[in-house]
Structures are given as structure tokens and as C-alpha cells.
């Protein structure tokens, strides 16, 4: 199997992991930039800059301190969202994910359609990203941080690390001006030299960290651990104050549900959005599919048709979304020939007209807790009745009312002689609603299964009056 790493980097991720921002803003950390928007960069911001001078370029621009315990939070949300993409994922703090992507890229058809997939993943939830891809995990987080934006195999290797500066692995300060010293600028000049008059002259730590990225040392990582329970909470870049804004915000929370879901190996069949208002108060959205899934967009088209007609009581100013009911997924296997897409069946589309209509505004026929066929069945919101299941066969036709059957030496009649394919079946229930006005009342019968000569199926009874035909078999 080939040992493929894909570095995920976001250039801005201190700044866009922060709730309430509006440009032009930047994040400080020790009075000097780190990060700044498009607006800020459009009047002179940069990184590096100090606060007094970013301040005197753009007076407007909106400063925020850097939290690293949000990063945190922010960053293992986005490893969960990855499990869609691959099991093993990597933090690589403050601003980057390592995606060991080799034994995925049949299901995906190959290297370039994954990185297309998981690009466009970032895009839709609007993070700003820099990614490479290369045999070790090191090389393609040094690449992905100098912008490579490319997928260098193993031959590739040492040509594509060569010009890359010796600033970017994050080397002490005092370690890069010791190499500036010597004349050492970039990597491709310390692999020129000798490994063991490095290690005298620099340390350790630097020359193993480029023997790592070239592959000549082992480099093993810690695996990302999906949690055992998803619950996961954003706060937004503003208040919203109409539901239907909360898509947005929504999709990266469903995103990284959809991506634990796969990193399980689990589905959902229910989930909860609760929204924190600005007034204190906390109301909740559940969202329930009518069968398990761990697809991201089925789950946002359901949750877009809840926003359609909600009425939110405040302004919005964080989500929390919770996973209700998870179940374990079972291996299937694939199907010969084509059939609908996935989500597209017709749990998918009851699901939405509840959700579109109303739970009251959608019947289906559900299965109530009663052995006579008559009343075995009713119409109704599935989600509120009993679970049930039958052993023995039934027809999808029942009649209104039994017909009589005509009896001869042979047996009963119904279009020719019937042939009884099952032994009988006993059913005797109802005792309780006996002599009761529209009630089917208590009830004696052993049923069969027969079929008759021209190749039809039936379900008949026979009880103390005779034979009845009861129901017809598709």
C-alpha cells in the first residue's frame, strides 16, 4: 500500500477560529500581528507587524488576542470532520492536520479527486487553506506551510525540500541565525553537509527532524482519537437574527458530525441543534431522519427545512449540536446494479416532508401491537408507535371484510381449487373488545397460505362458518 501524507494548512486559522469579527481584524500576540483579513491586509497589515504600527495604517482595524483554547477546540472539530475523508488524522498544532491518505485513494478514484474533495470540504465551511501531499508526514506540513499546493512522491523528495528556508520547520531563533552564520539559508544547503558535524555544531533535534522529512528516519504519529460521544459548540462571527442564516454555521457542525460518524463507523437517526440566544435563553431544534445516516448533505438539506420555518424568539449567538441516537453501522455489500443514490430514497424524502409539512401533515402505515389482522395496522406518525415485527408471512392487500369461499370435496375454492402451501396458523385475540360497536371483536381462526391454478397467492382462514379469503399476496 503507498504511504501517502496530505498536510492541511490554515494560514489564518487564529483568526478565523474567532467568533464576532468584522473586517478589517486581526489577531496579536505579544504586541505583534499574527494574522490578519483581506481588509486588513488591504490597508498594510502584514504578520510580523507591530500593534502601533498596524493601528496606524488601518485606525478602524478591530484587534483580537489570541485563544489558544479555542484553537484547540477548533482544531480537533476539524479532524473529526476529516474521518470522511480517511481514519487516520493527525494534529499537527497550532494550525494544521496531517491526513495519512494512501489507503484511501481507490475509494476516492486517486491522489488528485481526494485533495479536490477535501479542498472543496474546507471551502464550504470558509476556512483559507494550504495543503501539499508527500511520502512523510514532515515534508508535507513543511510544504503545505510554504504554499506548495502540490503532490511530490518519493523520488521527488529532496529536490522539492531543498529551497525551502530554514525559518519554516519553527526552529528556535537563536538555532537559525547560528545557521545564517555559517551561511546555511535553506534546506538543501544542510543536506549538504556532513549529518555528523551538524549535530556537534547545531544539536540533535534539527538534523533528525530533516532526516524525518526525507524519509531516512521513522516519524510516527499519534492518531487523532474520536471522541466516544459528539457534542461539539460554535460560536458565530455575528448574532443572527434569521433562522434560515444558521445554515451556514451548521454545516461545519454537521460536517464534523458526518466525519465522526465515519471515524466510528456509526450512523445518526437523531440528532439536536441547540441555539444559545444573546438574551440567555437556550432553545433546541431536534433533528430526526427517518432511517441512520452519516451523510453530511442529507443532514443539511433536513436541517435547512427545519430553518425554513423556524421562528427564532432572539438573536442567535452560538450552536451547540448534540448526536442523540447513534447506531453501529453494518458492512454491506455493493449492489450489481444501479439503484438511487444514497439519501435519496424514500426515507430521505418523508423525512423532508415532515419536516417541510409537519409530523401531523405525513401518514404512513405503522404496526400496532395486535395479532388480528384487522387491526394490526394503522395510520400514522411512524416515529411515535411501537416498534414491531412479524415472523409469518403477510399479504400486502388485506380486504375490507372476508370473503366466503366456496367449499368442496377437494378443499376451498377461489378461481379453481386452492392448494395450502403453510400449515395453519392459529390466531385468537380480541376477547377484550367483544360485542363492542365497530369493534373487529374476539376471533378464532387458523390462516393458511394458498395458492391457486392460475399461479395467485391468498390468505384465507378457516374458522366455525368455513373459509374466507382475507388478503392477497403481490
Known sequence: MRVLWLALHFPLFAL???PLRQSPSAVVGRGRILAGDPGALAAGVVPGQKLSTALGLAPELRVFERDPAREAQTLAGLAC???RFTPSVSLAPPDALLLEIGGCLRLFGGAPALVEAVLAACGEQGWSVAWAAAPT????LWLARAGGRRIV???QLPAALAPLPCTLPGWPAALVARLESFGLRCLGDLATLPSSGLRQRIGQAPVDDLLRARGELPDPRRCFVFPECFATTLELPSRVEHAEALAFAGQRLLAALAGWLHGRQALVRACTLHLHHDDGSRSALPLRLGEASADEARLLRLLREHLGRLTLAAPVEALC??????LAQTGDSGQLFTEAMAGEGAAAC?????????????QVLGLCADHRPECATVAGDPERQPAAALAKPRPLWLLPTPQPLAERADGPHWHGPLHLVTRGERLESGWWDGGEENAAGDIRRDYFVARNQRGQWAWIFRDARGWFLHGLFA
Not at 418523508?350 to 405525513?362: D, K, N
Open 16 to 18: 478565523e477560529s474567532l
Open 81 to 83: 470532520a476529516a474521518g
Open 137 to 140: 508526514p514532515l515534508a508535507a
Open 153 to 155: 512522491t518519493a523520488a
Open 321 to 326: 449540536l448534540e448526536a442523540d441516537e447513534v
Open 350 to 362: 418523508l423525512e423532508r416532508l415532515r419536516a417541510r409539512l409537519g409530523a401531523q401533515a405525513v
